[in-house]
């Protein structure tokens, strides 16, 4: 009898948890804006929201700068900067701090969303060809790997203090370095006479 009414119990507040987990906050866009499959222009277009267009606003990432939202029956994402939400009966650009203030949530982005919202789209299968949670590998980037030309790579072939190159003023080896015929353990004949 107990595990009937909890199960009585659970049934009558799974709509109340639904509902409390799947908020959703009006909002209009601001601009013409692409509504995209994931948070990055590097997604798929899902739609072309016009201007003045009313949305439902499920969350935002981490930092607030893009947003689930729907439009009619297209689910995906917009940049933060393109979304108006009433905030004191007005309508304001979603920052971070009006996002708090009317209170829309972090939400994440992952396949299973994916899965969720785009398997009738022709992208649907290709999730890892456009998923890159952090910024794609950049050779010229600050902090990539081994580049040839790097002003302070040791094995730059041109770096001022590399010690193997063959013109440095200074280097022992070089064929104009000041130890050419002048340190007194030097070897050379000049002029027909060797001089130690």
């Not at 933060?80 to 994440?108: D, H, K």
């Not at 030309?149 to 590399?162: A, G, I, Q, T, W």
């Amino acid at each position: 009898m107990r595990k009937f009414l909890l199960g009585v119990v659970v049934t009558l507040l799974m709509p109340l948890i639904a509902t409390t987990a799947f908020a959703q906050t009006p909002g209009f866009t601001t601009t013409t804006v692409h509504l995209r499959a994931g948070p990055s222009t590097s997604y798929p277009v899902v739609a072309t929201l016009p201007q003045g267009a009313t949305i439902e606003v499920y969350g935002c990432q981490a930092g607030y700068d893009w947003c689930d939202i729907s439009w009619n029956s297209a689910r995906g994402w917009i940049a933060s900067s393109y979304i108006l939400t009433i905030n004191n009966g007005q309508r304001t650009v979603l920052t971070p701090q009006v996002a708090v203030a009317v209170g829309i949530t972090i939400v994440v982005f992952n396949q299973a969303y994916w899965a969720a919202h785009y398997q009738h789209y022709p992208w649907y299968p290709y999730w890892n060809r456009y998923y890159h949670p952090y910024h794609p590998y950049h050779p010229y980037g600050p902090y990539g790997p081994y580049h040839p030309y790097h002003p302070y790579h040791p094995y730059h072939p041109y770096h001022p203090y590399h010690p193997v190159h063959p013109y440095h003023p200074y280097h022992p080896h070089g064929p104009y370095g000041p130890l050419y015929g002048t340190h007194p353990n030097a070897h050379d004949y000049h002029g027909g006479i060797h001089r130690r």
